[in-house]
């Protein structure tokens, strides 16, 4: 901790600051997307309760209700209903998941490249300040959007833009840390993500609500993406790249290309890093799942309750402690029980999350928000567990690229998967029951899948322990 200098901390603070932003820009159409969709026009349609519709008390417990309405001729039959976008359907989707995930996939990869095949001469915090200001533009952009495809184009631009922030603000942070602070300033740089999702919800939400100078959903987007703007300039002018000598990719680029990637082949194509990678699909399409229908499905079921605080501290101190101790136990399980024990808490505290997450489609709020604050805790132990993992069975000079090959895979897969929530919702006609299969039911696939990646390492240590006690 002692390199924690005031520079240092400074410099993180600014990298923090922008994923946070990065990440409500990422999330901010999951909580705004039925304004949006109805006054953009896209998506499906449904039955929905007139709230200014007056009855007496014993009208209300007789009339009809209009969620069971499936067609427009018999909503409008009620006069208590009416029929309008809903914000869900597989055009809300695809604008979640694959404009997103496609764009940034592709961009992370080819920004990683880049940033390590100019080393000397592109400036990283510079690539970082463009990527902020890409992301922040795009979703004011957002904000006066008129049509469909312009939320597509700048969905891809803000994906696009936040693809810079993980790959370079990670080299950057492991050469301004050293190793006994580095896993603190990982920790907190992570924190990006819960905090701009539980934002997502306060923005989407609240200013909504407020209807800041008569902008509606609008307002959300142009005062989500105003932070990043300085943040942006902050970035290029105030923090330097500190530019030091690696002398691991100096050793890399001189060694043979043919070793290389046979190396390569060798660690990436391991049975435990295929098992990995096969329930990282699992696990990370049921992430996305919840990420993408929370408030639509509150708005679906429970449309009177107001879930904006109640889902920003779920995702932030959830969240947040749960990425801390998902590392903190298994660094002192490993030291007992060796590697594949951070696989077994894995494999358990993914389980652990399974029945926390059917409890949160079950029960009613806040009780749901109860559950969902004990899931983040657990199901979110995973992310820092994993990555330990596939840093500490691949050989050292493939490292950064089997990590590079295994996000890319990882959000293909599982970034655009949850758009099957849309076909499953009309096969069973039930919301609830769509999501029960895609995201507690992933989880639990997930969890005995990363519990049988632990196999061949378990049987590999068992060898190595072996041969150790024949040679001694």
Request: proline letters at 4%; glycine letters at 8%; a neutral charge.
């Amino acid at each position: 901790m002692g390199d924690m200098t005031v520079s240092k901390l400074y410099f993180l603070s600014l990298m923090t600051l922008s994923y946070i932003v990065g990440e409500l820009t990422h999330f901010l159409i999951n909580t705004t997307s039925r304004e949006v969709a109805r006054e953009l026009e896209f998506g499906e349609k449904s039955c929905f309760v007139n709230g200014s519709f007056v009855t007496d008390e014993e009208e209300d417990k007789e009339r009809f209700d209009c969620s069971e309405s499936k067609n427009e001729t018999h909503c409008g039959s009620e006069k208590h209903c009416y029929w309008e976008y809903s914000g869900l359907g597989i055009q809300y989707q695809v604008l979640a998941g694959p404009s997103f995930i496609l764009v940034f996939i592709f961009s992370a990869v080819f920004l990683a490249i880049l940033s390590d095949w100019l080393y000397d001469k592109l400036s990283r915090t510079l690539m970082l300040s463009v990527g902020t200001a890409t992301f922040s533009t795009a979703c004011l952009l957002m904000g006066l959007a008129g049509q469909y495809w312009q939320l597509v184009i700048l969905r891809m631009m803000i994906a696009a833009g936040l693809s810079v922030c993980r790959p370079v603000s990670g080299g950057l942070i492991a050469e301004l840390f050293s190793a006994s602070s580095r896993g603190v300033a990982n920790g907190i740089f992570s924190w990006g993500v819960y905090y701009g999702y539980g934002l997502a919800f306060v923005f989407g939400i609240y200013i909504t609500r407020a209807d800041v100078l008569g902008y509606g959903w609008r307002a959300p987007y142009v005062l989500a993406a105003l932070p990043g703007l300085v943040l942006a300039v902050l970035l290029a002018t105030t923090v330097k790249d500190p530019r030091q000598k690696d002398t691991e990719a100096t050793a890399k680029a001189s060694s043979d290309g043919r070793a290389y990637f046979r190396t390569l082949a060798r660690s990436f194509l391991s049975p435990s890093m295929l098992i990995l990678l096969l329930a990282a699909f699992f696990r990370h399409t049921a992430g996305y799942c919840w990420a993408y229908n929370t408030r639509l499905f509150f708005q679906t079921y429970y449309p009177d309750f107001d879930i904006g605080l109640w889902t920003f501290c779920a995702s932030v101190f959830g969240g947040s402690f749960g990425v801390f101790a998902g590392g903190f136990f298994s660094d002192r399980l490993v030291q007992v029980l060796g590697l594949p024990s951070r696989l077994w808490l894995l494999s358990a505290c993914t389980l652990l999350a399974a029945p926390l997450a059917v409890g949160t489609l079950y029960f009613p709020p806040p009780g749901a928000f109860g559950c969902l604050i004990v899931y983040y805790f657990f199901a979110e132990t995973w992310f820092a567990v994993l990555f330990t993992v596939i840093v500490e069975i691949v050989d050292p000079e493939v490292r950064s690229t089997c990590i590079a090959i295994f996000l890319f895979l990882m959000n293909l897969v599982g970034g655009n998967l949850p758009v099957i929530v849309a076909p499953l919702r009309s096969y069973f006609n039930d919301y609830r029951s769509a999501l029960y299969l895609v995201w507690p039911g992933f989880l639990t696939i997930s969890a005995f899948i990363f519990l049988l990646s632990s196999l061949p390492l378990w049987i590999r240590e068992k060898k190595i322990n072996k041969q150790y006690s024949v040679n001694k």
